[in-house]
């Protein structure tokens, strides 16, 4: 409360404003301010950023910046569900074709620049995303979309060209924070709707932000949120960097804890780790256009010399559950795949490398970032695939250069990417596992996937769905292009005076910030 009291004395005194600097804003009231939950600066850390255009968002930092500055359309909560309560949407209802869906928006939003949020900025945000001149991978995403209309400032109503069951979830995507329409450059101007606004920018050092006065949403008691003045995120290139940071004191907070330091943290008593399962996930791509991986069985003999149990184990301190080579883990319910997991058979991928033509042996380089666990996994993969034959090269480089402007990661012939979870198994089709997605890392294309994922999209019956699903992954498991090792559980650290903080299935760094607040 004390820091409160300070801030507003200063800010008055400063420029004559009452709260936070504009004037506007309403002053914290009721239990919140009782409880002295207001004030204090939130610091984190991380990698820095690849982009902040959120349309090129490819990283955890990416996502996480824009969640700062921006609101969705639509809010996809911590159970991967549409939450109203959270949206820009107060309503929204379908058309009995699921063809029209009409979107009423709230009304006194406001943008940082002060400019009311209308109809015309989601058309401009989602006209951007599905442009394909923009060159983002956002349009597969949003395929199903025909044209998007404004018949009055508050109202927005998307034509659909065919049936969506994910539209209302894709429409919280995190590359589609709403921007304002007058917008020219996304990745130098961060004007939007939410609860932080960019104070300043120093790249390759730290991004500062500041409390929206004029944030619309409020609490359970009605006070204004969010509850922090302001947020600093530090960009830190090494993980044990960041977990000191936090343990010093220097920072409060990290939205991706290294599953190695969990047992150094649970052991402090000044510090929380939270964790939730998730359908995260690291997958060891093979290139499947290009020898060796084009050859059917040489991906087989790689998945039949791992032991996924033991990546799980030894990279992530067994956090997880272990995967079965598809994109689609436990946390789909009804849509996942329950089988066995496929036994190490060392003989079997020695007799299909001989088949392929690599009886004497094989050399390949793994091309992995300098992100945790992902070290770790490549080294347990290469020490695996010795014992068939294979010579696997590690190739170490930083998340910035793997993800950069070259896009090594999809061009790397044998690599480890990180997939965060998806609120449906829909986005990963689209984006990564169709001939034509953006993010086709591994360059596969299979007639009979291309066919069963269009069946996928559009199906409306869930228990239909559900079968189709399970078709896509038994080809994943037959003939796919990916080792997926585990599902790891998101990971959270934080010191313990810092309260609020809610774990989230859909992804790490979609935890509510905005109810997030400090204990005296």
């Known amino acids: 409360m004390k820091r409160t009291i300070i801030l507003l004395i200063a800010l008055f005194l400063s420029v004559g404003l009452i709260w936070a600097g504009s004037g506007k804003g309403e002053a914290p009231t009721g239990e919140a301010a009782k409880e002295g939950k207001y004030g204090g600066i939130l610091k984190k850390a991380f990698f820095a950023p690849n982009s902040l255009d959120p349309a090129f968002a490819s990283s955890i930092t990416d996502d996480e910046i824009a969640r700062y500055w921006g609101d969705f359309l639509v809010y996809v909560d911590e159970g991967l569900s549409a939450d109203q309560s959270r949206s820009l949407a107060e309503k929204w209802q379908a058309s009995a074709d699921g063809l029209t869906w009409t979107f009423n928006l709230r009304k006194g939003v406001k943008f940082h620049n002060g400019e009311e949020l209308t109809s015309k900025d989601v058309q401009f945000t989602f006209d951007r ?9 956002t349009v597969a995403i949003y395929a199903s979309i025909d044209s998007i209309q404004t018949p009055d400032k ?111 943290l649970e052991a402090d008593p000044n510090m929380v780790v939270y964790q939730k399962a998730s359908n995260t996930h690291y997958v060891v791509h093979m290139r499947s256009d290009r020898k060796p991986f084009g050859d059917v069985r040489v991906r087989q003999a790689f998945r039949a010399a791992i032991d996924r149990k033991a990546i799980l184990e030894g990279a992530f301190e067994g956090l997880g559950v272990t995967g079965r080579d598809t994109p689609m883990g436990p946390a789909y319910a009804d849509f996942y795949l329950d089988v066995p997991e496929l036994p190490r058979d060392i003989a079997k991928a020695k007799r299909l490398l001989a088949e392929a033509g690599y009886a004497g042996g094989l050399t390949v380089t793994l091309t992995a970032q300098q992100l945790s666990p992902v070290p770790a996994i490549a080294t347990i993969v290469k020490e695996q695939l010795a014992e068939a034959g294979v010579n696997v090269e590690i190739q170490l480089v930083p998340s910035d250069v793997y993800y950069g402007a070259d896009n090594l990661w999809l061009e790397a012939d044998f690599s480890i990417t990180d997939w965060g979870s998806r609120a449906a198994p829909q986005n990963y089709m689209a984006l990564a596992y169709t001939c034509d997605a953006k993010w086709n890392e591994s360059h596969w294309c299979d007639p009979e996937i291309e066919e069963l994922s269009e069946r996928a999209a559009v199906e409306m019956d869930r228990a239909k769905r559900a079968e189709i699903y399970k078709q896509i992954q038994r080809i994943f498991i037959e003939r796919g292009p990916l080792l997926v090792p585990f599902f790891s559980n998101s990971l959270w650290g934080a010191n313990k005076r810092v309260k609020g903080i809610v774990p989230s299935g859909y992804l790490g760094t979609a935890v509510d910030l905005n109810v997030v607040y400090f204990e005296d």
Do not use: C
Not at 129 to 137: E, V
Not at 209 to 228: I, M, S, V
């Open 154 to 264: 508050y109202t927005v109503v998307f034509k659909l060209n065919q049936v969506n069951p994910d539209l209302l979830i894709n429409l919280g995507d995190y590359h589609a924070p709403i921007l304002w329409s007058g917008t020219k450059d996304p990745n130098t101007q961060q004007i939007g709707t939410g609860a932080f606004m960019v104070d300043s920018y120093l790249p390759e050092d730290r991004m500062t932000f500041k409390r929206n006065p004029n944030y619309w949403r409020k609490d359970a008691e009605g006070n204004q949120l969010p509850y922090l003045d302001g947020i600093e995120f530090l960009f830190l290139s090494e993980a044990s960097a960041q977990v000191e940071a936090l343990r010093g004191g220097q920072i409060d907070y990290l939205s991706y804890l290294p599953s190695e330091y969990v047992p150094t």
């Open 129 to 137: 995303l599905r442009d394909p001149d923009l060159g983002a991978a």
